[in-house]
């Protein structure tokens, strides 16, 4: 059953902590991609990654960092830098060159203590 | 992107077919028409996309007008598990990117 997991799905950060959210894919897809929503807002552009061990900053990468060593995993870390990180993350994928069809994980919230 | 309005919210009943514009006149002649919803609490899901035909799947209708200034999205048979906010999008140079421009949306209510 192809898909895309994101764990865990909720996730408590104290001040000055560094977390790392999980997002695979077994899709096959080259592209993928993490976005952060906050409540009753649209989505944002955290990082995108074509192929592996390459990725690009979207438009709000600061206090984020991300590494794509598999095809399959895509993890984003949340560092102590942003300071502002409770809300809602979501990892998409989708065929290279074809971003604008995307399949989106559950999504994880995250929280601070 | 070219910039797409919606309502802000709708409300429909149950069985009956929900019908949900977008405005988008500035869209350009190569440019697609997507939509998307997202349930809450949850990801958001692809639905259809279009260029100048309508377009039918599984999940919904889009009938996009001859000046391509304005689309609608049906859902033929809504039921209470539509309920969700529906964003339609106009994607520009996003196949390499995947920069999506999810704005508010419109927030569906399917009633019983």
């Known amino acids: 059953d192809g898909g895309i997991t994101q764990s865990p799905k909720y996730l408590f950060r104290k001040e000055g902590q560094n977390v790392t959210l999980s997002c695979e894919q077994n899709?096959?897809?080259?592209?993928m991609y993490w976005y952060r929503q906050d409540p009753g807002q649209g989505l944002r552009l955290i990082y995108y990654s074509q192929i592996v061990n390459d990725f690009q900053k979207g438009d709000i990468a600061e206090g984020y960092s991300v590494s794509r060593e598999k095809k399959e995993s895509f993890p984003l870390t949340v560092t102590s830098a942003q300071k502002n990180p409770t809300a809602f993350y979501l990892c998409a994928s989708s065929v290279q060159g074809r971003g604008e069809t995307q399949y989106f994980g559950p999504g994880t919230r995250l929280l601070v203590l | 992107d070219a910039k797409t309005t919606q309502p802000t919210s709708m409300d429909c009943a149950e069985g009956r077919a929900a019908n949900l514009p977008c405005n988008h006149s500035?869209?350009?002649?190569?440019?697609?028409v997507y939509w998307y919803r997202q349930i809450h609490s949850q990801g958001p899901q692809y639905i259809i996309h279009?260029?100048?035909n309508n377009e039918t799947n599984e999940m919904a209708s889009l009938i996009i007008t001859e000046d391509r200034k304005s689309s609608t999205l049906i859902l033929p048979h809504a039921t209470l598990r539509d309920t969700a906010v529906y964003y339609c999008i106009v994607p520009h140079g996003s196949g390499n990117t995947g920069k999506l421009i999810f704005g508010q949306g419109t927030t569906l209510q399917v009633k019983p």
């Open positions: 899709l096959n897809h080259d592209a």
């Open positions: 500035t869209i350009s002649g190569n440019e697609y």
């Open positions: 279009g260029l100048k």
